[in-house]
C-alpha cells in the first residue's frame, strides 16, 4: 500500500490480484483519500464480482474452501459433497446469481424435485445445506435475508400399497399348517384378508406380509 500525491492531493492506493490471465495474475489498483477508502473501494469491487456469480460457483467455493475445513467429519463432509454435485450443482437454480435467488424461485425449484423424486428427506437435507450457505453469504455481506428461512419444505404423497400373497405361496402357507390348531384361524385369514399386526403367527412359520 502506498501513500501518493496527485498535485497537492494525497491518496492512498492499494494494488491487489483480483484474478488470472493463464497462470498470470492480474493486478488492479485502488484509491481513496485515506487508507480505509481505498479498502472500501475494494471491498466493494470485489463484492460486485461475487454478486454477479451464480449460486453454483460460490457455493462450490464455500463448500471446498469453507466447509471442508471448519472441524466437520469427512463422512458429513462426503455427504455435503454428494448433495451439492447431484442435487444443486447443475439444476435449476444453480446458475441464478446470488443476488436473484428469492424464496420463490427456490419453492418452485424444491416442488419440482419433489414431483421428480416424491422424497421429502432429500429435499430437507438439501434445504438445510442450502440455508447453512446462505448464512455463511450474509456473515460475508453477499446477503441480506436467508431466503430460506421463510420456504416451507413440501411433504412427499403417501402412497398406500397393498402387498398380496401369490397363489404358490398360498399354497405353501396351507400344507405347512396342516394338522395344527391353528390351521381354521390362518385358512379364515388368507380367504378373508390377512393383515400383518393381527396375524403375527405367520412370521413364525417363516413367511412375512
Not at 20 to 47: I, L
Not at 157 to 170: G, L
Not at 173 to 186: A, F, H, N, S
Amino acid at each position: 500500500m502506498n501513500k501518493n500525491k496527485i498535485r497537492q492531493y494525497s491518496y492512498y492506493r492499494i494494488t491487489k490480484t483480483i484474478g488470472y490471465r493463464g497462470t498470470t495474475p492480474v493486478r488492479k489498483a485502488f484509491y481513496g483519500k485515506t487508507k480505509k477508502e481505498a479498502m472500501q473501494k475494494y471491498m466493494e469491487y470485489t463484492n460486485k464480482l461475487d454478486h454477479d456469480k451464480s449460486l453454483s460457483d460460490i457455493m462450490e467455493y464455500w463448500l471446498y474452501n469453507i466447509k471442508k475445513y471448519s472441524n466437520i467429519k469427512e463422512s458429513s463432509f462426503d455427504s455435503y459433497e454428494s448433495l451439492f454435485r447431484n442435487h444443486i450443482k447443475t439444476s435449476e437454480v444453480a446458475f441464478i446469481s446470488l443476488n436473484d435467488i428469492t424464496p420463490i424461485k427456490l419453492q418452485d425449484y424444491y416442488i419440482k424435485c419433489l414431483k421428480k423424486e416424491n422424497k421429502t428427506s432429500r429435499i430437507i437435507k438439501v434445504h438445510k445445506l442450502l440455508s447453512t450457505f446462505f448464512n455463511w453469504c450474509i456473515k460475508c455481506g453477499y446477503m441480506q435475508v436467508n431466503p430460506c428461512s421463510v420456504v416451507s419444505v413440501p411433504k412427499a404423497e403417501k402412497k398406500d400399497t397393498i402387498e398380496y400373497y401369490t397363489e404358490k405361496e398360498v399354497l405353501d402357507i396351507t400344507e405347512k399348517i396342516k394338522g395344527y390348531e391353528i390351521e381354521l384361524m390362518v385358512l379364515l385369514a388368507i380367504y378373508t384378508g390377512l393383515r400383518e399386526r393381527r396375524d403375527t403367527f405367520l412370521k413364525i412359520l417363516g413367511y412375512r406380509l
